[in-house]
Nanobody
Framework: QVLLVESGGGLVQAGGSLRLSCAAP????????MGWFRQAPGKEREFVAA????????YYADSVKGRFAISRDNVKNMVYLQMNSLKPEDTAVYYC?????????????????WGQGTQVTVSS
C-alpha cells in the first residue's frame, strides 16, 4: 500500500501559478512511475502529466504542455506539479497517482495508488 497526500491547491486568478506537491512516504518511492490527473465537475478524470521512476522522462497532456511541469525528488519522496499561466478551464480536483509500470503511462488503469485530491480553482 502506498499513501499519497497532495497539497498546494487553492484559488488563483487566471494567468497565475500554483505548485502542487504530493508526499509519498516509504522506501520504494523511486520504484513507481508518478502521475497527476484532474477531474472537473461532471467530467471524467483526465491525465495531466507523468514522470518516470528516475525522473528522466516526462509526458504531458496537450492541454497543459508548455504551461505545467512535473518533477520528482526521490530523496524526499515527493512529486510536484508546477502550474503556470493558469486558465479557468484548469479548475478541477487534482490527484496524484503512483504506478508500478516500468514506463511512463497516461492511462488511469496504469496507476495503482491514488491520493485524495486537492482542489484548484482558477477565477477569470
Amino acid at each position: 500500500q502506498v499513501l499519497l497526500v497532495e497539497s498546494g491547491g487553492g484559488l488563483v486568478q487566471a494567468g497565475g501559478s500554483l505548485r502542487l506537491s504530493c508526499a509519498a512516504p516509504g522506501r520504494t518511492f523511486s520504484s513507481y512511475i508518478m502521475g497527476w490527473f484532474r477531474q472537473a465537475p461532471g467530467k471524467e478524470r483526465e491525465f495531466v502529466a507523468a514522470i518516470s521512476r528516475g525522473g528522466g522522462n516526462t509526458y504531458y497532456a496537450d492541454s497543459v504542455k508548455g504551461r505545467f511541469a512535473i518533477s520528482r525528488d526521490n530523496v524526499k519522496n515527493m512529486v510536484y506539479l508546477q502550474m503556470n499561466s493558469l486558465k479557468p478551464e484548469d479548475t478541477a480536483v487534482y490527484y496524484c497517482a503512483a504506478g508500478t509500470k516500468s514506463i511512463v503511462a497516461v492511462a488511469k488503469a496504469a496507476y495503482d495508488y491514488w491520493g485524495q485530491g486537492t482542489q484548484v480553482t482558477v477565477s477569470s
